[in-house]
């Protein structure tokens, strides 16, 4: 079992920044695919950006550019850099871990981005 507690959330203004940040409560953290994930209200839940174990990295096409995930194997934490934010990326922003057949997910965060 994981468990992923996000932080960093808020409300923030269009063109600005905010840093995600997602705690795991495993040491064998390493070994995980690690995603950040947002649904907007009445949206389904999507996928923003995900790095593998390797440090190989993908975003969706409305982020790239704009977003960077990032990992910390020593201090079991997940990142998303989240910058020039902009009023349709509000929505809350979710952790998620992944390995062979496991998949856990965070509480959620919330951002607001106001326009």
């Known amino acids: 079992q994981v468990q992923l507690v996000e932080s960093g959330g808020g409300l923030v203004q269009a063109g600005g920044s905010l840093r995600l940040s997602c705690a795991a409560s495993?040491?064998?953290?390493?070994?995980?695919?690690m995603g950040w994930y947002r649904q907007a209200p009445g949206k389904q839940r999507e996928l923003v950006a995900r790095?593998?174990?390797?440090?190989?990295?993908n975003y969706a096409d409305s982020v790239k550019g704009r977003f960077t995930i990032s990992r910390d194997n020593a201090k079991n934490t997940l990142y998303l850099q989240m910058n020039s934010l902009k009023p349709e990326d509000t929505a809350v922003y979710y952790c998620?871990?992944?390995?062979?057949?496991?998949?856990?997910w965070g509480q959620g965060t919330q951002v607001t981005v106001s326009s």
């Open positions: 790095i593998s174990s390797g440090g190989s990295t």
């Open positions: 495993r040491s064998t953290f390493s070994i995980y695919t």
């Open positions: 998620n871990a992944q390995f062979a057949f496991n998949d856990y």
